[in-house]
């Protein structure tokens, strides 16, 4: 039996956007994903944790974003953790439900997560453990990515999306419009929590 091919798009989704949705897609279609799992991190090792929305919120976001496309899907496997969210560590709690024998799993990445992949956690091992595909971002030139990680990355084709979650919790702040960058759900969910109108969150990730 073939196995089932999976995605794991991680990040901080504070909040997620239009473009991780874009990503996502792109990703299914150019690998020929049977899934995407967005997995939200509990507790992201490069960013302050005071400066981080609460996971319940962020999570809820990604829930209300991914809601009617059956090709994606949400992990609260970070959740389940109180150490911080390095990559390496997920992937070996993925494997307990995705085991190699039946699943082949994806990571995919932005290139502004490839160029600062050197900072990661054991970087090596992941390579090693599971194919890394990475989708451009506007403003990240990949070939100066470390070669060793560059060559032996999956590249996937995508439209070059400029938007980033710090711009929206900018334009939030400024009451500005945030409409078509984030899903219509996202917005609302945003204006009704009172999400980023004050500066605590303003160093979370794109």
Do not use: C
């Amino acid at each position: 039996m073939a196995k089932r091919r999976y995605g794991i798009l991680g990040g901080t989704f504070d909040p997620i956007h239009i473009g991780h949705l874009i990503a996502a897609q792109a990703s299914k279609e150019s690998l020929s994903l049977d899934r995407v799992l967005f997995l939200p991190a509990a507790h992201p090792p490069h960013k302050r944790s005071d400066s981080v929305t609460p996971y319940a919120a962020r999570r809820d976001m990604v829930n209300l974003a991914i809601q009617g496309n059956p090709s994606f899907e949400i992990s609260d496997l970070e959740a389940q953790r109180p150490d911080p969210s390095y990559t390496v560590r997920t992937l070996k709690d993925l494997r307990r439900d995705y085991p190699p024998d039946r699943f082949e799993l994806f990571l995919l990445i932005g290139a502004d997560s490839l160029l600062e992949f050197g900072t990661w956690r054991d970087p090596e091992i992941i390579f090693s453990e599971i194919t890394v595909a990475v989708f451009a971002r506007p403003g990240y030139d990949v070939s100066t990515a470390p070669k060793i990680f560059r060559d032996k990355a999956h590249w996937v084709p995508m439209p070059l999306i400029d938007i980033s979650s710090t711009e929206i919790r900018e334009r939030v702040r400024s009451n500005r419009s945030i409409r078509y960058l984030v899903p219509k759900e996202v917005e609302e969910y945003i204006a009704q929590n009172g999400l980023y109108r004050t500066t605590a969150a303003t160093t979370g990730g794109g």
